[in-house]
């Protein structure tokens, strides 16, 4: 039987999605009692899905693609053109291997030496100023990770604009305004500077290490055997560089968790417990904002449910919702990491870096190494001498990616 989709009453809710931020198509699944409906926005006549359910029929590749999902706004500051998150089918799943073959046992361990390194450097630094701004300071040391870790050199005196180029790829993404543009601009540089290198590789004029993705992205050939074109391999590498630096999100958030839950701290300064490290960092990434929903449109015509879903509709996937479901979590506005005890591990119902498969699905391809680099982060803060002075910890529920406002100061003791 054919039902009528539940509808969000209202010409277009653009400013509603503004000013509610990371809860409103949340909001509206209450209002409209369905986890599927339709809204408008950004001009346009949109399906919200919610919850688990409605997350596994978003990831059925035969029913939505992503080739014309993104707005043009986000490909120009965030994304990028031409690159993994805009493929479909084969050439997707060929791409995705290009990204998946880095994220080994091995691979990943590297990185997380890397880390290990890096925190034990910067922490000599901090000790002796006053005060430091995490926030700056980890993106600093995950772009240097980062640039490392894909064989892109990094000379000092370039760490300082690097981070920021990268930094204002995915802070520009939902603004409007100068820094919506000062984020185009730094993707134009940003990939002026990896087009540069990939030309010195290609050209032989660059020693760089054959595991790395400098070296294997710049010599990736598509499903027909042509080398990709220099502007695709940096767009493809800085889907690699500029995510790693955003894991400093996720890191301000661990370390203000820890303010916030002391107990917490306590536990896992004590525990001899290696799991509730994972725990505490999954409940960070479930509890905190950070990416609202995943946009795909209609592929062809098909019905679900006894709804309608129309060919090129845009359709969003309430991320943030579905990790605060009230079906599957029980009181999901509080902080409680030993629910992951309990977790069964479903790719549907926690999916803060997308749902479904890695391989063959748009999943986030680096979701393994942000737990671990997350993880490896905790176990040096759990054990740090630090105080946070007196500021302003709040958290915007609109701006995107939030952060506390003040950055998180520290005082390294
Ligand atoms: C895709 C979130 C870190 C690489 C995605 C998606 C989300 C996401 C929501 C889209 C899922 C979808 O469209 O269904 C995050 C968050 C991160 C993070 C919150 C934490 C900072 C990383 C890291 C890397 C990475 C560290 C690489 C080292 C990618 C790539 C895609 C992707 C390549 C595209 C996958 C595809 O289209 O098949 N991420 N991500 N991400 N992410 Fe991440």
């Not at 950070?290 to 879903?309: E, H, L, M, S």
């Amino acid at each position: 039987m054919i039902k009528k989709m539940p509808k969000e009453s209202g010409i277009d809710h653009t400013l509603a999605l503004l000013k509610e931020g990371y809860p409103f198509l949340f909001n509206r699944r209450q209002e409209v009692d369905s986890t599927i409906f339709k809204t408008r926005i950004l001009g346009q006549q949109a399906i919200a899905l919610s919850g688990k359910e409605a997350a596994s029929l978003f990831y059925d590749n035969e029913k939505f693609r992503r080739s014309d999902a993104a707005p043009k706004r986000i490909q120009k500051t965030l994304f990028g053109e031409g690159g993994v998150q805009s493929l479909d089918g084969e050439a997707h799943h060929h791409r995705k291997a290009m990204f998946m073959t880095l994220m080994s046992r091995d691979g990943l361990n590297e990185m997380y030496e890397i880390i290990d390194k890096e925190l034990t450097a910067a922490n000599q630094n901090w000790k002796k100023e006053n005060h430091i701004v995490l926030d700056k300071e980890i993106q600093k040391l995950l772009t240097k990770a980062a640039c490392q870790w894909v064989g892109v050199p990094l000379p000092d005196k370039e760490i300082n604009q690097r981070t920021e180029q990268l930094a204002d790829m995915f802070e520009s993404a939902a603004s409007i305004g100068p820094k919506h543009w000062k984020g185009r601009k730094s993707r134009k540089n940003g990939e002026e500077w990896i087009i540069s290198l990939v030309r010195q590789v290609r050209n032989n004029e660059m020693a760089v290490d054959e595991d790395r993705a400098l070296y294997t992205f710049s010599w990736h050939r598509d499903l027909d055997g042509n080398l990709l074109n220099e502007k695709i391999v940096a767009v493809e590498l800085l889907n690699l560089l500029r995510p790693i630096v955003a894991i400093s999100a996720y890191i301000n958030f661990l370390v203000l968790a820890l303010y916030e839950h002391p107990e917490e701290r306590e536990n896992l300064k004590n525990t001899d417990n290696e799991n509730r490290f994972e725990w505490f960092c999954q409940e960070v990434r479930r509890y905190y904002p950070f990416f609202p929903f995943a946009a795909a449109r209609v592929k062809r015509d098909f019905i679900w449910n006894g709804f309608t879903f129309k060919e090129g509709t845009l359709t969003l996937l309430d991320l943030y919702g579905t990790n605060h479901d009230p079906n599957e979590w029980s009181e999901p506005n509080q902080f409680k990491p030993d629910r992951f005890q309990e977790w069964k591990g479903s790719p549907f119902d926690f999916i803060p870096q997308g749902g479904g498969e890695f391989n063959l699905g748009h999943r986030c391809a680096g979701e393994w190494m942000t737990l671990g680099v997350m993880k490896r982060c905790l176990s040096f803060f759990v054990h740090m001498d630090f105080e946070l002075p007196e500021q302003d910890l709040s958290y915007s529920m609109t701006e995107m990616p939030s952060k506390p406002k003040s950055k998180i100061i520290m005082q390294v003791h």
